[in-house]
Nanobody
């Protein structure tokens, strides 16, 4: 079992920035790719970003490339996502997610996920 707890959501104006953090605990978090997916009302899950455990390969949805970055600290079992140049269409509940393979998280099918944190981009 892996437990994931997110923090850092909130309300921000278009063009602003937010940083989401996630703390992982439980069985060997360093064996999992850690990342984020989001879900807006009436829409399907969308994989946003993920970073692999071993080689640290990073994956991003096309809609956030160049605006979002992701990093992890294996010693602290945390993953962070910096979101810049936010747009209203980025508004959603963001979930920290884990899977042995980032590709599954990016497909919206993680093995574990947290409770979610709301991100609202609005003027």
């Amino acid at each position: 079992q892996l437990q994931l707890v997110e923090s850092g959501g909130g309300l921000v104006q278009p063009g602003g920035s937010l940083r989401l953090s996630c703390a992982a605990s439980g069985s060997t978090p360093d064996g999992y790719g850690l990342g984020w997916f989001r879900q807006a009302p009436g829409k399907e899950r969308e994989g946003v970003s993920c970073i692999e455990s071993g080689d640290g390969d990073r994956y991003f949805a096309e809609s956030v490339k160049g605006r979002f970055t992701i990093s992890r600290d294996n010693a602290k079992n945390t993953v962070n996502m910096q979101m810049n140049s936010l747009k209203p269409e980025d508004s959603a509940v963001y979930y920290c997610a884990a899977h042995p393979s980032c590709m599954e998280t990016m497909r919206g099918h993680p093995a574990y996920w947290g409770q979610g944190t709301q991100v609202t981009v609005s003027s």
